[in-house]
């Protein structure tokens, strides 16, 4: 089945996360309504400020403490691309080659790393009626993020050639 648009070519832009942008580009090929490529992350470390809570408790009180912690996360430079075009509709999936790490640092404690294998995030969005640009929402499923879904909102502009 032929699509009306063809993203093959070069994509450059951004996401969101944590409120900041963070330059990505994006190289695919495209056969029919299937494309595969390789995205670059301009950005490979991020750095925020977190309040973090957990429970307690003593003799049957709940008791919530909160924690400020400043949070490193270094992420792989590229990633494989995989994905989907159907009428106007984008899904693909990123794919980071190499491992994540993170380091958080709480005051008065040592610093506790945690280093992963590179994760998934899906992408999802709509081409524009030119077909030169791809926006809409990325999310990292909760099973790579410790149970908390990450999601926000992500714009790609096609390069000029």
């Given at each position: 089945?032929?699509?009306?648009?063809?993203l093959?070519?070069?994509w450059?832009?951004?996401?969101?996360?944590?409120?900041?942008?963070h330059?990505?580009?994006?190289r695919?090929?495209?056969?029919?309504?299937?494309?595969?490529?390789?995205?670059?992350?301009a950005?490979t470390?991020?750095v925020?400020?977190?309040?973090?809570?957990?429970?307690?408790?003593d003799?049957?009180?709940?008791?919530?403490?909160?924690?400020?912690?400043?949070?490193?996360s270094?992420l792989p430079?590229h990633?494989?691309?995989?994905?989907?075009v159907?009428?106007?509709?984008?899904?693909?999936?990123?794919r980071y080659?190499?491992?994540?790490?993170?380091?958080?640092?709480?005051?008065?404690k040592?610093?506790?790393?945690?280093?992963?294998?590179?994760?998934?995030?899906?992408?999802?969005g709509m081409?524009s009626?030119?077909?030169?640009t791809?926006?809409?929402?990325w999310?990292i499923?909760?099973?790579?993020?410790?149970?908390e879904l990450?999601?926000?909102?992500?714009?790609?502009?096609r390069a000029?050639?």
């Amino acid at each position: 089945m032929k699509t009306a648009f063809d993203l093959t070519g070069t994509w450059e832009g951004h996401f969101v996360q944590n409120g900041r942008r963070h330059a990505i580009s994006m190289r695919v090929v495209q056969r029919g309504q299937s494309f595969v490529g390789v995205m670059r992350d301009a950005d490979t470390l991020m750095v925020s400020h977190e309040r973090l809570h957990t429970a307690g408790g003593d003799q049957g009180k709940d008791i919530e403490m909160v924690a400020e912690a400043e949070v490193l996360s270094s992420l792989p430079e590229h990633s494989s691309i995989e994905g989907e075009v159907e009428k106007r509709l984008v899904t693909f999936v990123k794919r980071y080659q190499g491992k994540t790490s993170t380091s958080i640092w709480m005051e008065g404690k040592a610093a506790i790393t945690v280093e992963v294998p590179g994760h998934d995030v899906h992408y999802r969005g709509m081409v524009s009626l030119d077909g030169n640009t791809i926006a809409g929402m990325w999310r990292i499923p909760p099973q790579h993020t410790a149970g908390e879904l990450l999601r926000d909102r992500f714009e790609l502009q096609r390069a000029a050639t």
